[in-house]
T-cell receptor, first 116, second 112 residues
């Protein structure tokens, strides 16, 4: 079974530029998450999708961040314009909405963003 | 709101010594608890999870954790540390809305 795929792995941009990250979850996983992990901190949830609907985006800075999951499969996270404090690893994760309700998160390797 | 607190952002142990990483949770209902490990430049990998089936949970790589409701704790242990255990460890709690909240992490150093 293929894991969660993310791209690009690394991205360096200057402040005020834009960037987009892509994620393809594990096949059959209905729930998709984007997390932001700043160096030395735990992952912070940005947005959670259930199929193609948003479940929780309360911590997404909507003035600059946007995310979509149009067909309920892969997802894109965009930052425009980027700020220095956006430098972080952006982790995508997915989970099966399981019958046992004990589903864990499966993570991709992350996309490391450096804003100069 | 549910949350987890990890005591000790850095832990150092000698190779072969006991590993103990602490996690306390805050939850108004029986929680689903998880431990994840993160190696450099990689995503998070599940070590083990508590889902109310048994209070002592065994995971991969010889790790285990015990759920103690009276102490609201879910500490991670391993009897004998190996050099390959050096990594960042995260405790997480999942709510009924399928949202996961992570602790700030504990960096484990294993001294040869």
């Amino acid at each position: 079974e293929a894991g969660v795929a993310q791209s690009p792995r690394y991205k360096i941009i200057e402040k005020r530029q834009s960037v987009a990250f892509w994620c393809n979850p594990i096949s059959g996983h209905a729930t998709l998450y984007w997390y932001q992990q700043i160096l030395g901190q735990g992952p912070k949830l940005l947005i959670q999708f259930q199929n193609n609907g948003v479940v929780d985006d309360s911590q997404l800075p909507k003035d600059r961040f946007s995310a979509e999951r149009l067909k309920g499969v892969d997802s894109t996270l965009k930052i425009q314009p980027a700020k220095l404090e956006d430098s972080a690893v952006y982790l995508c994760a997915s989970s099966r909405r399981g019958q046992t309700n004990t589903g864990e998160l499966f993570f991709g390797e992350g996309s490391r963003l450096t804003v100069l | 709101a549910q949350s987890v607190t990890q005591l000790g952002s850095h832990v150092s142990v000698s190779e072969g010594a006991l590993v103990l990483l602490r996690c306390n949770y805050s939850s108004s209902v029986p929680p689903y608890l998880f431990w994840y490990v993160q190696y450099p430049n990689q995503g998070l990998q599940l070590l083990l999870k508590y889902t109310s089936a048994a209070t002592l949970v065994k995971g991969i790589n010889g790790f285990e954790a015990e759920f103690k409701k009276s102490e609201t704790s879910f500490h991670l242990t391993k009897p004998s540390a190996h050099m390959s255990d050096a990594a960042e460890y995260f405790c997480a709690v999942r709510n009924t809305g399928n949202q996961f909240y992570f602790g700030t992490g504990t960096s484990l150093t294993v001294i040869p």
